[in-house]
């Protein structure tokens, strides 16, 4: 937290913090000597019922729990909306408040557990002791369980993002415009696609307002408001500014527009090549290299076709997030900072795509939380120690 967050004005900014995560630690205190580590704070629910469904949370005992989140600023609300016998909320498993207790306790056992919410700005910094590196559950898992084992694993969880990607591209909104729902969805997957890491949500709404009442290819314009143009977060090459980035946009739909061309018959086309002929098909001198490319491919052409094969085979790529991660998987420390070159990888081969998606993956939902006790890699090194002592039993 760079600045402090004031105390909530109202439930909604409450719920807005919750959703955010602001808060300066992802433990929050339940009472004495108990604390709940939170994974996921869960979808918002801006309908009737809990404000959050489908959050996941460690609680004290380190348990993995699923279930929703009512969000109040005192606890008697919890009894003055009725929540204590309406069986919508019977799957609350934490409930926040902002300030402590009116004339109604705490404790009442017709209120659920409350835990308090401070300001960010005086909350305490929640601490907890961590394992050693050296203990954590992946630091040796591959001379545990074994290559193969943390391979299949990683492929799995691979898998399943794969997977996603491709639900998102499918039920991402499509306006009116000119060729089949098919062609417009390609080209505002390539949009969002062009527009990663930190740019796809400005660069989707600029496709879609760029199709909405077109008749033909020809007449679409792409702009950007003032206000998304400020907006832009700046980087590096052609993609990095609005301009470069409707320049390889404009370029791309003049190329797969020209008869008997359409985005998704390119698509299908790029989906049966491999990988460094389709690099080479969207290859644009001084716009388009091949490493944006080949994130196009990943993100936008492959899970839009269902190319899963196609996908597997992608090179590998490095993430400082994922740095640490992959050290403990390839067996070198990685603590002090040296960028080490990529030999003697643990994976047979060397690091694929679907490694480094898996590694994103496991980071964002796992790692970054130290939910160790819930991470689907740890679980390959302990259903192999378990095998061991079955057999030594």
């Known amino acids: 937290m760079t600045e402090p967050v004031q105390t909530a004005g109202s439930e909604q900014d409450l719920q807005r913090r919750w959703a955010e995560s602001h808060w300066p630690a992802p433990f929050l205190h339940t009472g004495p000597d108990r604390f709940v580590r939170v994974i996921s704070p869960g979808r918002w629910n801006h309908g009737p019922g809990p404000d959050f469904r ?73 601490t907890l002791t961590s394992e050693p ?48 729902e098919t062609d417009r969805r390609a080209w505002l ?37 003032a206000a998304d143009r400020a907006g832009w977060r700046r980087g590096r090459g052609a ?30 086309h790029l989906s049966s090549r491999g990988w460094r002929d389709a690099v080479g098909e969207l290859h644009i001198a001084n716009q388009l290299g091949r490493v944006r490319a080949t994130q196009l491919l990943a993100d936008a052409v492959y899970p839009l076709t269902l190319a899963w094969s196609r996908w597997l ?16 998987l390839d067996g070198v420390d990685g603590a002090d900072g040296v960028d080490r070159p990529d030999d003697g990888f643990a994976i047979p081969g060397g690091w694929r795509h679907p490694h480094t998606q898996a590694l994103l ?14 991470c689907p890699l740890a679980a390959v090194g302990l259903s192999s120690r378990a095998g061991r002592e079955d057999r030594r039993t």
């Open 54 to 126: 489908g959050a996941q949370l460690l609680d004290s005992d380190g348990r993995a729990r699923r279930g929703d989140v009512e969000l109040h600023l005192e606890p008697r609300a919890w009894l003055q909306h009725g929540h204590d016998d309406d069986p919508a909320y019977a799957r609350v498993l934490l409930h926040i408040v902002e300030r402590s207790a009116g004339r109604i306790d705490a404790s009442d056992p017709r209120i659920p557990d409350a835990t308090r919410l401070p300001p960010i700005s005086a909350a305490p910094q929640l």
């Open 133 to 180: 590196a050296d203990a954590l559950p992946c630091s040796d898992i591959v001379q545990r369980a074994g290559v193969a084992a943390v391979e299949a694993r990683l492929q799995r969880i691979a898998l399943r993002r794969f997977q996603r990607k491709a639900r998102e591209l499918q039920a991402m909104p499509v306006p009116p415009g000119p060729g089949s």
């Open 189 to 225: 997957a390539a949009a969002r696609a062009l527009g990663q890491p930190h740019n796809a949500a400005l660069a989707l709404l600029a496709a879609g307002r760029a199709l909405e009442g077109r008749e033909r290819w020809d007449d679409v314009d792409m702009q950007f408001d």
């Open 239 to 268: 993609l990095g500014t609005p301009a470069g980035f409707i320049l390889v946009l404009t370029t791309l739909l003049e190329r797969w527009t020209v008869e008997p061309l359409s985005p998704s018959l390119v698509f299908g």
């Open 313 to 328: 085979a992608l090179p590998g790529a490095r993430y400082q997030r994922t740095d640490e991660l992959r050290a403990r």
């Open 361 to 374: 993956e496991l980071e964002q939902t796992r790692c970054r939380h130290w939910a160790c006790r819930i």
